[in-house]
């Protein structure tokens, strides 16, 4: 599970944020402004090709979004469907 979060964290720091900014595995995402609603989906078509899963957009909330660890939780609920 260790190599899923920091290839989401990797992926996050690459695509959306500056070149100075870090985040944890905690950091809200959403919530403090990392990920918006377009950037949202474009991490949700990431990890479905990535891990090679489906995710429900019943699913994709921002809720589940708002932290690495939170799309971990949910990238492993499909993963092995």
Same mark, same amino acid.
Not at 49 to 54: A, P, Q, R, V
């Given at each position: 599970m260790e190599d899923i979060k920091e290839l989401?964290?990797?992926y996050?720091?690459?695509e959306y944020l500056e070149?100075?900014?870090e985040i944890t595995f905690d950091t809200p995402l959403i919530s403090s402004g990392?990920?918006?609603s377009f950037s949202?989906?474009?991490l949700l078509v990431f990890l479905e =090709? *990535?891990?090679?899963?489906?995710i429900p957009p019943s699913k994709a909330t921002p809720e589940?979004?708002?932290s690495v =660890? *939170?799309?971990v939780e949910l990238v492993n609920q499909y993963i092995n469907k």
């Open positions: 989401v964290r990797s996050i720091v690459k070149e100075d900014e990392y990920v918006d949202m989906v474009s =090709n *990535k891990f090679k899963i489906k589940a979004f708002d =660890n *939170k799309i």
